[in-house]
């Protein structure tokens, strides 16, 4: 099994300006991996759609971490499935193969629990991923992802290539997207209450039945199990990420509105659709394989997310009255 010293390694990160990847570039930095070794283009200079821009991206590199993709909520994805299913696939089937082609030592894809089908047994273990179709409202998204395990898998068969595939859950954490018009449900949620509470409102409008339940990984312990996984794992089967705790959207709500002392009411739009009806993962190759476990504590991870955004939102504020000022 291969055992990476990344401090010996230039890394090429794609995504690192993004939520996962800045958390990522931090704990490469607390491994002593100097900046200097870590390579992070932005889609603006390098566009991973373009094979040419893949083989520059990845020229001189050893080992590719690679994040990048275009991600959304349910809305996001129901307005935008061309999109999505494309940019996804040529950005992640083109890097591996430049990847490829510059004889790259390791070559880590991160995927999406979009992937598994919409039935899934809970919890979802990676043996279940070929046992039907995704839940559609996010099926081309997952899909696409999906064909960066089949080419890591067709790739270490044929050319020995140190490719491995992760699959980790929804994530949550200081420096979430929590732009409406894509983000994920617990930024979505938080900006919700936190509009609601400003306004005065006495409710907040929520898509679904709250029936649907979820799974959520502290993203500084996604950054940490990728890491793992990156240094320690060099086998085919895919491998799960997450915290193996199933929560509902119902208690999700809940707890938002209690850590942000929301006293309105919820009103659940049920003409809006729920999405996947259950997730949760069965993690326990990752812990197997290479040591990974969940740390952070739920609540405490939700409430850590929720004051790092109205301090950001604070900040915005003051900032647009600064600039009104002027």
Known sequence: MTHLDLRQERILLTGGAGFLGRWVTEQLAARGVPSDQIFTPRSRDLDLRRFEACRAAVAGRDVVIHLAGRVGGIGFNRERPGELFYDNLMMGVQLMEAARQEGVKKFVAVGTVCAYPK???????ESSLWDGYPEET?????????????????YREQYGMDAIYLLPVNLYGPGDNFDPSSSHVIPALIKKVADAIDAGRD?????????????????EDAARGILLATEQYDRPEAVNLGSGREITIKSLVETICRIMQFPGKVVWDATKPDGQPRRM???????????????????????????????????????AVGASAD
């Open 138 to 154: 996010n099926a081309p998204y997952g899909l696409a992802k999906k064909m960066l395990l089949v080419q890591a898998q067709a």
């Open 281 to 319: 993962l069965d993690t326990s190759r990752a812990a197997r394989e290479f040591g990974f476990t969940a740390r952070t504590d739920w609540e405490q991870g939700l409430a850590r997310t929720i004051a790092w955004y109205r301090e950001e939102r604070t900040a915005s504020a003051e900032r």
């Open 203 to 219: 409710h907040v409008d929520v898509w679904g039945t709250g029936s649907a339940s979820r799974e959520f990984l502290f993203v």
């Open 119 to 125: 039935h899934t047994p809970v919890p979802f273990a």
